[in-house]
């Protein structure tokens, strides 16, 4: 018999397993960090800057002493990884070998690469690495023309073709730019390189998945996970009958997730504390789940031509009383310390207006501090009478 949840219930364990708001934490800070990233199996890194990048601000918001260098720390104990989850991301190391078959799949032609391969070059940057140790993109020169896609040079993509098919790690990046070495010279001894089979490799990504996220249906699961559906699928359907998951039925739609799980439906919620989200933060990555469980349909516009954007630039998601309530678009003036809202759309649901703008209000104190800002500007809402509202709660943060 499947188990009913009310939207109401699934939001809630969603939100405890992704632990956002985060509760109370003892102990050092970046274990705290380490933590995180181990529970949600992968923090997704991304370029775009105009606030905190998306890797700090996803840690930032499950560990409230989180701190830029705690990660890089954690990279030189070799303790995380970069590679790739559905994206470029951070991984723990106690994963590692969950990562081989991709870079099995990209090394025998099974998934194909977003670059042309480049035998001769992929040589060349194999051995100057070999012999002279780590290098970087830039440590190879190139005066021709930079081609595909992305406009990279060749000796770039055969860096990327050598990490994704495992033979280079990052051990390190310098001013956001990745530091290639080989991956015998990266890993710690006693690293376990055994590649898991493929039923192994599946109950892996199902287990990660519905610990971190609660609920699960098996095209979540599979997520950009090249070819993975089917035997995703067929996986999910022996954990059922093993009685290792349950099926949860939340208004018409079937979940799966793990028993222990169901059992977070005891502990409180933290409904008070208020959270700015990245637009890459695990809770909100894939947008459908989000419009079925959360009923919020969410789009980063940054991607979106200027004249059809509706909301903003780069709109973080507020999440407030287990609900995701408005999204704001923000951007650090970092010369200035300046931070610009240039505009917070509320949902329709966003009833009780006095309680949100006062948590709102508290966590920019937190938000301005951790871009390095010390001033705030409001410049549009919507509703447009939500401005001077909103004003009166945060007049202090605005001198």
């Not at 018999?1 to 800070?29: C, D, F, H, I, Y």
């Not at 287990?207 to 249906?217: D, I």
Request: net charge positive.
């Amino acid at each position: 018999m499947n188990e009913s949840l009310s939207t109401e219930q699934a939001r809630k364990l969603v939100l405890l397993s992704q632990r956002v708001p985060p509760a109370k934490q003892a102990g050092r800070a970046t274990e705290a960090t380490l933590s995180a990233i181990e529970h949600l199996g992968y923090i997704q890194i991304d370029t775009i800057s105009v606030v905190q990048r998306a890797h700090h601000h996803t840690l930032w918001n499950r560990n409230p002493r989180y701190q830029p260098n705690q990660l890089d720390q954690l990279v030189s104990e070799k303790r995380v990884f970069e590679y790739w989850s559905h994206a470029a991301a951070y991984l723990p190391f106690r994963d590692f070998r969950f990562s081989l078959p991709r870079k099995h799949a990209f090394a025998n032609g099974e998934q194909r690469h977003w670059y042309q391969r480049d035998e001769r070059m992929i040589k060349l940057v194999l051995k100057r690495i070999a012999t002279e140790g780590p290098l970087m993109a830039k440590d190879f020169s190139h005066t021709g023309k930079r081609v595909g896609e992305w406009k990279a040079k060749p000796a770039k993509r055969a860096l990327e073709y050598l990490f994704m098919q495992g033979d280079l790690m990052v051990p390190r990046r310098v001013n956001f730019h990745k530091v290639y070495d080989l991956t015998e010279r990266v890993l710690p001894k006693g690293t376990d390189t055994t590649v898991p089979d493929r039923q192994e490799y599946a109950r892996f990504l199902i287990t990660r998945y519905l610990r971190a996220n609660g609920l699960g249906q098996s095209a979540e699961i599979a997520y950009l996970q090249n070819g993975a559906k089917p035997l995703i699928a067929a996986t999910l359907e022996d954990m059922v009958s093993n009685r290792e998951l349950q099926r949860v039925r939340v208004a018409d739609q079937l979940y799966f997730a793990l028993p222990a799980t169901l059992e977070l439906l005891g502990k409180p919620l933290a409904r008070s504390k208020l959270k700015i989200l990245s637009p890459f933060d695990n809770l909100v990555i894939q947008r459908d789940r989000v419009k079925a469980l959360f009923g919020f349909d969410y789009l980063i516009e940054c991607y979106v031509p200027e004249r059809k954007r509706r909301h903003g630039y780069f709109c973080l998601p507020i999440l407030w009383d287990g609900k995701l309530v408005a999204r704001m678009d923000c951007k650090t003036e970092r010369k200035e310390s300046m931070l610009h809202i240039h505009h917070l759309v509320l949902e329709p649901t966003a009833l009780k207006t006095d309680a949100l703008f006062l948590a709102l209000r508290k966590e920019l104190k937190s938000f301005l501090k951790f871009n390095h800002c010390t001033r705030l500007k409001l410049h549009r809402t919507s509703p447009a009478k939500a401005k001077t509202q909103l004003q009166k709660f945060i007049s202090d943060l605005t001198q």
